[in-house]
């Protein structure tokens, strides 16, 4: 059983060496960086079918036992987000076959998408927080790289906003698991779960909460944290966009969820109420900058900060109702905003621009990328019968039940100008003329380009029409992680 615990680790980096053992053999690199995905997807498959059949599953690296040696930790949660870890990796994988440039993939493009791949496989697996410290490290740097590779103004400008505000949460993060261990003496997080709840002193429990909220916020791209991601998402190609915009802020959301769950819990009263209330304003900061773009992946990415709120809201009502609306919730945007930034891509291929002033005429020039387009912008804004509707229900039902009827009515607020927003790109980019008589297509849309987007929207489809079971899987991995 703890082969699938390490393999999701192991194939990544097997994979990152393997392609830089073959350096300057391109075809060898995108063969393997798309295998190394369809391993990593179905080691994920595997954990996650143990963890159903089994329960919990831990791993005590070199047999060094609990809580002194590096634990890695599975449950239900954890090994869905594995599970979605390989399948956006595969879909940016197959697209980068059509759309990442030749020089970028001959300086290491490949080798470092699964170094990303295996950090944020780490960050799921840990059961130590320190070790999540490192996986988030790997992650740093890794997708620090990616974003600048190719020495574009643009990029080298997004670059230095990313990482610099990021090193910032990775010292606050240090800092607190500094502390975190000088008042308990462990860093194994369930030995940190019984040790916290019997300590004599609540101030500072709820200091630490407060030191992981902000560090893990930046991470997470909560408010007012958030204004590196917008200035730095829309800069590197659109591939690796997708692969950010899917899994790196829902780390931090994995670690927010993880921690106020099972460690920080003894003040709730106050830790989660105040994550509520800045759900509540992530949500609203997060769509209003939506609304004021033009440009096409700038607004998907404010929209990338308003549906955090959505997931935050579910851990501050603390209910497994709410806790499984936010599972759901992550399931579905990490699928629609990743397919959202592919198809974004695709109408950079066919006009050569994200500004909305210059599109127009897709959808009679090119109706199945219009099409591919409608399905995911309509579930991220909730309606029937996708995925982010029953997310999005879920979320609500759990709010009336436990009376917190301002944060219900600003999620369905946000909704609305969420699709208000889908909308603009809509008209602009789709169903506008072009200024030029609509003129007949002139350029093809690539196979590889093609086949990710495609998956990805009946996925969207198949999780609305799967919404009950789905439901009943995240009701579950939510009372694991309440302990119930």
């Not at 097997?14 to 190394?36: C, D, E, I, K």
């Not at 997470?220 to 204004?227: E, G, H, R």
């Not at 994550?275 to 607004?299: C, D, H, N, P, S």
């Amino acid at each position: 059983m703890g082969l699938w615990l390490i393999l999701p680790i192991l194939i990544p980096f097997l994979s990152a060496v393997a392609t830089l053992l073959a350096w300057g053999q391109r075809p060898f690199q995108r063969a393997t960086g798309v295998l190394g995905t369809v391993g990593l997807l179905g080691a994920g498959v595997m954990l996650l079918d143990s963890v159903w059949r089994d329960g919990i599953q831990t791993l005590q690296v070199g047999n060094w036992p609990a809580p002194f040696g590096i634990t890695l930790y599975a449950d239900l949660f954890s090994a869905a987000m594995v599970i979605l870890a390989g399948l956006i990796g595969l879909a940016v994988a197959v697209y980068s076959l059509g759309s990442m440039d030749a020089d970028r993939e001959r300086f290491g493009y490949y080798a470092i998408f699964h170094i990303l791949l295996m950090g944020v496989c780490g960050a799921f697996l840990t059961g130590d927080i320190f070790n999540l410290y490192v996986w988030f490290e790997v992650m740093l740097i890794a997708s620090f790289v990616l974003m600048v590779l190719g020495g574009e103004r643009a990029q080298l400008e997004g670059g230095i906003k990313y990482v610099t505000l990021n090193l910032m949460a990775s010292a606050l993060f240090l800092a607190a698991v500094g502390i975190l261990y000088g008042v308990t003496g462990t860093l194994n997080m369930a030995d940190l779960a019984h040790r916290l709840g019997r300590m004599s002193a609540p101030g500072l429990t709820t200091a630490l909460a407060l030191m992981f909220l902000v560090a893990f916020g930046i991470k997470a791209a909560v408010f007012p944290l958030f204004f590196w991601l917008p200035a730095s998402y829309h800069t590197p190609p659109v591939a690796v966009s997708a692969l950010f915009s899917g899994l790196l802020t829902k780390v931090g959301v994995y670690a927010l969820i993880r921690v106020f769950t099972r460690l920080f819990v003894q003040d709730v009263g106050y830790t989660h109420t105040l994550i509520l209330v800045i759900a509540g304003l992530t949500m609203i900061t997060g769509v209003l900058g939506a609304v004021a773009q033009t440009e096409v992946r700038r607004i998907l990415s404010f929209h990338i900060i308003s549906q955090i709120g959505y997931m935050v809201m579910g851990l501050g009502m603390l209910t497994p109702l709410a806790l499984g609306g936010a599972i759901f919730y992550i399931i579905h945007h990490i699928i629609v905003k990743t397919n959202l930034f592919l198809i974004s891509g695709m109408v950079l291929h066919l006009r050569g621009t994200h500004q909305l002033k210059n599109l127009g005429g897709l959808y009679r020039a090119y109706p199945g990328v219009s099409f591919l387009f409608l399905i995911p912008a309509l579930s991220l804004a909730g309606l029937p019968p996708l995925s982010g509707f029953f997310a999005k229900l879920a979320l609500v039902r759990a709010g009336l039940e436990t009376g917190q009827f301002a944060i219900v009515a600003v999620a369905l607020g946000v909704s609305l100008l969420t699709l208000f927003s889908m909308m603009k790109i809509w008209n602009e980019a789709f169903w506008k003329p072009s200024g030029e008589d609509d003129p007949p297509p002139t350029r093809s849309v690539p196979t590889a380009l093609w086949l990710p987007t495609a998956g990805l929207a009946l996925l969207t489809i198949l999780v609305g029409l799967a919404a009950g079971p789905l439901l009943v899987f995240s009701m579950r991995a939510a009372e694991q992680l309440l302990g119930m």
